[in-house]
């Protein structure tokens, strides 16, 4: 009698397990979906802004140009340089709002750039010595994809520029065929990982989403005064399109 119940406790238990294992999964795929649909959209937005409205801004400025043409003494007005002056404003603003969307440089040249453009902002407005692999051979991954990985390491790079007080860095990316492996480092302070508030930033927590949409584990490694590294890797052979 008394081992039925027993056994029926531990049944009970397992069932408990089973049940809140499944509202995890269901908590990250719907979040991961969520970041997913996110993206996506930005993405439409960046490329509507910059190629739609950028490109009909391109031709405002070109035929304004045409009736300058015509009629010179036009620019001697300072109605028409204040009008000139507003759509030169209003393409940079496109320019912005969709660079911030969706950095152009990736969007026009790949991951790689993408990527080394961050440490070339490392090294020239930061002032850190940073040391990039890339090794992304024969990578075939889709735009969500990589606008995710480009933003896992635009926050991890924040992170370094805002807490690290570093001055030396080292990102690497490697493809081994069936995963792709990052890594960020550091030399600058460290943190208490364990410590951190759960109502604290939302940086790492977007990251940590973004690598379980991709299906991914992170590892970070850190302690006060001992630098920061993190380890990340991301399957290959699942060919998901997102
Ligand atoms: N490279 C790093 N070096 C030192 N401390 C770090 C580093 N990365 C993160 N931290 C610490 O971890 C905390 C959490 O980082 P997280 O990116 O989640 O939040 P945040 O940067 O404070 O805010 P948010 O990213 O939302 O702007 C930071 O506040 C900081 O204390
Ligand atoms: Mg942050």
């Known amino acids: 009698m008394k081992k039925n119940k027993e056994l029926a406790r531990q049944h009970r238990v397992i069932q408990e397990q089973k049940i809140?294992?499944?509202e995890k999964e269901k908590k990250i795929l719907s979040m991961a979906s969520m970041i997913d649909g996110q993206?996506?959209?930005?993405i439409r937005i960046a490329k509507d802004l910059h190629d739609g409205i950028g490109g009909l801004l391109t031709s405002v400025r070109t035929q304004i140009k045409r009736i300058e043409k015509e009629v010179s003494i036009l620019s001697e007005f300072d109605l028409y340089k204040k009008t000139n002056q507003l759509i030169d404003e209003?393409?940079?603003?496109?320019?912005?709002i969709s660079q911030n969307l969706m950095p152009s440089v990736l969007r026009l040249e790949g991951l790689e750039?993408?990527?080394e453009d961050l440490c070339t902002r490392l090294r020239e407005v930061h002032d850190l010595k940073v040391d990039s692999h890339f090794d992304f051979r024969e990578l075939n991954i889709s735009e969500t994809q990589q606008t995710f990985i480009y933003?896992?390491?635009q926050e991890l790079t924040n992170n370094i520029v805002k807490h690290a007080n570093a001055t030396e860095v080292l990102m690497q990316v490697n493809n081994y065929?069936?995963?792709l492996n990052m890594i960020i480092e550091d030399n600058g302070q460290g943190f208490a990982f364990d410590k951190l508030e759960p109502?604290?930033?939302?940086?790492?927590k977007s990251i940590q989403s973004r690598v379980d949409f991709l299906s991914g584990e992170m590892e970070i490694s850190t302690a006060a005064g001992d630098g920061t590294s993190i380890s990340i890797n991301i399957p290959l052979e699942e060919k998901r399109e997102v």
């Open 20 to 22: 809140n294992n499944l």
């Open 39 to 42: 993206e996506s959209e930005r």
């Open 90 to 96: 209003a393409a940079t603003e496109v320019r912005r």
């Open 113 to 115: 750039v993408a990527l």
């Open 151 to 153: 933003r896992i390491f």
């Open 177 to 179: 065929g069936d995963h």
């Open 199 to 204: 109502q604290g930033g939302l940086g790492l």
